[in-house]
Structure formats: C-alpha cells, structure tokens
C-alpha cells in the first residue's frame, strides 16, 4: 500500500516495515514508482515482475516525497498532478487539455513537489545546526561581555577610590570627573552591547517564525501552497562587535605628578 512521507518522521528512531503485506522484515528500500516500502527480498521479488523493471527503488533515506492526493475541483474524478509552467498552477490532465492551458508545456507535479520539500527540510536543518546555535553562541558572548564589563569597571573604581583616599582633598575633585567619564563610558559600551544583545533577539525570534512557517508550508495538503509561497534566503546573522575598553593604572603620586597627570 502507498506510504505518505509526511507522516515519517525525518530522524525517526523507531524500525520501518516492510509494506509488502504479511512481510514483518524491516524496510530498507523503496519504490518511488509505487510508493511502498521493501525489505531487501520484497525488493528483488519486486524488480523481477516483467511490468516493474523500469521502476525507480532506491534505499529508503533517498525516497522521493509522496504527492498528497488532491481532487480536481473542475474534474471531480481527477487527481491534481501537473504543474502548468507558463501560469505556475497545479492542474490535472483534463484541464491541461482545455482553457487557457492549451499549447503549454507541463511538469509533473509530484517531482516538483518532492523537490519543495527537500529545500524546506534542508532550511530547516541549516536553521537548527548553524543559524540558531550560532546566534544563541553570540548571545553568551555579548552576556560575557556585559558582564567583564562591569567587572573591570568595579576594578577601575576600586583603584580610583584608593587613589583619591591617597591623595585626599588634591584628587577629590579629579576622582569626581573620571567617575563620570567612566560611568559614560561603561553606559555607552552597555548601550552598544544591549543593542546587539536585542539585535539578536529579534532575529532568534525571526528564525524561529521561520521555522514554523517552513513547518505549516510542509504540513499543508494543498501542494500549491508549497509551491506558491515566496521563497526567501534565510537572513544573515547580524554583526556583533567586541567592546574596547580603556584600563586605568594606579601609581604613587605627589602633588606636582597629579597637577601634571589629572
């Protein structure tokens, strides 16, 4: 009996039968003519029938995708299972010999439609093993960044405050205008890294929407959608930017080195 591939889960874990009937043997191959799985035995009984020779049997992995049965709406009795390629529609074979289908060349819809799938099960898996383990990477490192950030800014302060304590009344007023640079400058490296870091969520965001519609598009009993939908590259992952950050060093001091230095 024919086999749905939609229903099989790409990385199914579980063993495939064979769907020969009364064989219980694991499937290891099958017919893209017939759409029915075969163990190694079905499939050499298979290819000795005189009328099953030219049939296309390849190892299950590399099956080609089931076109979902779809009924002519003209031509009740009829399956929709050619492509019209001057008008991109999906037809059936009564219609392909009427209308303003006349004299246009046709694919099979079936081939089209197993080629649609691949590419969208191949965006998905380049958005779960690059795109979003990638950004997600980028995302710790911006957290990372933020985070030494404040860490050397607390080291910057501490000095600082040592300083001025050293100094007392020479460096007091000094102190106080390095605090405030400082504390702009930690502001403007936070805002930047802060921007990236929402940057990045916005597009994790993207990614995963995009997921789901290439998931809604390969769920959909109506092949036409598949094929209509606008295909888009997926988007390149945003530039991200490593803060530079200013150290401060703390010395011994008299009155002319802090006139000369602050």
Do not use: W
């Amino acid at each position: 009996m024919a086999l749905s591939k939609i229903d099989i889960p790409r990385r199914a874990q579980h063993f495939l039968e064979c769907g020969i009937e009364d064989c219980e043997r694991n499937c290891e191959f099958y017919c893209n003519y017939c759409h029915i799985r075969l163990c190694k035995q079905c499939r050499d009984e298979h290819l000795k029938s005189s009328g099953n020779k030219n049939h296309e049997v390849v190892l299950y992995q590399q099956r080609e995708r089931q076109l979902p049965v779809e009924k002519c709406k003209i031509h009740p009795t009829k399956d929709v299972d050619m492509l019209c390629e001057e008008c991109q529609v999906p037809l059936c074979s009564k219609c392909a010999t009427k209308g303003d289908h006349q004299k246009h060349t046709f694919v099979d819809l079936e081939a089209v439609f197993a080629e649609n799938f691949t590419l969208c099960q191949q965006e998905i898996s380049k958005t779960h093993e690059y795109f979003l383990p990638t950004s997600q990477d980028l995302q710790k490192e911006i957290k990372k960044d933020s985070s030494e950030i404040k860490h050397i800014m607390h080291n910057i302060r501490t000095s600082m405050k040592t300083e001025g304590e050293t100094l007392k009344s020479l460096v007091d007023t000094v102190i106080s205008e390095n605090m405030k640079q400082v504390d702009q400058i930690e502001y403007s490296l936070l805002e930047d890294l802060n921007t990236q870091d929402k940057t990045l969520d916005d597009y994790i965001t993207y990614l995963n929407d995009l997921v789901k519609e290439l998931n809604r598009r390969l769920s959909s009993t109506k092949p036409q959608r598949l094929m209509s939908e606008k295909k888009s590259k997926i988007r390149s992952i945003p530039k991200t930017t490593k803060p530079v950050i200013q150290g401060f060093t703390a010395g011994q001091y008299n009155k002319s080195d802090v006139t000369k230095l602050l």
